[in-house]
């Protein structure tokens, strides 16, 4: 009796690691913004071989930068975002939960995210850039009327 129990047991367990195995892949999806030019990227515990592309999802007018506003609970994205010669603008890790512009000619982007054992989100946007150097100078207003100071991170930012 012992040993079904035994065995019965060792079944179980066999079971459980199995599902486990089965049902840990995590997820990654892409998918286009309604309201922006750009795109919004969602993840649960997704890893390197995992991967979304949108090609043409970015136009860059006159003016503009690429906004990157990652909310990241844990690891990071892997981001690239290439130009329609096919020359990556931006190709680096993004974790965290602050976000930034970077410079971009006018044209058109192509984006590809990989995760890192990441869960969270991160939003890939054309954006003016005076619009952005207004709603930075609103929040630090904002910022200094309550009082508050954000700590730079260690690369001084």
Not at 3 to 19: F, N, T
């Amino acid at each position: 009796m012992k040993s079904i129990k035994a065995i019965s047991g060792i079944a179980a367990l066999a079971l459980a690691i199995a599902l486990t195995a089965c049902g840990g892949k995590g997820t990654l999806e892409q998918v286009l913004l309604d309201e922006a030019d750009g795109i919004k990227v969602t993840a649960e515990n997704a890893s390197a071989d995992q991967e979304a592309t949108t090609t043409g999802a970015i136009t860059v007018e006159e003016g503009d930068g690429i906004v990157i506003s990652p909310f990241t609970e844990k690891g990071s994205f892997h981001l690239t975002i290439t130009s329609s010669d096919g020359e990556a603008i931006y190709d680096d890790d993004v974790d965290g939960k602050v976000y930034f512009m970077i410079d971009a000619e006018p044209g058109t982007y192509d984006v590809t995210t990989s995760g890192n054992r990441v869960t969270g989100w991160m939003t890939v946007f054309s954006q003016n850039k005076d619009d952005e150097a207004a709603i930075n100078d609103s929040l630090d207003e904002t910022l200094a009327e309550n009082n508050i100071e954000l700590e730079e991170d260690s690369d001084g930012e």
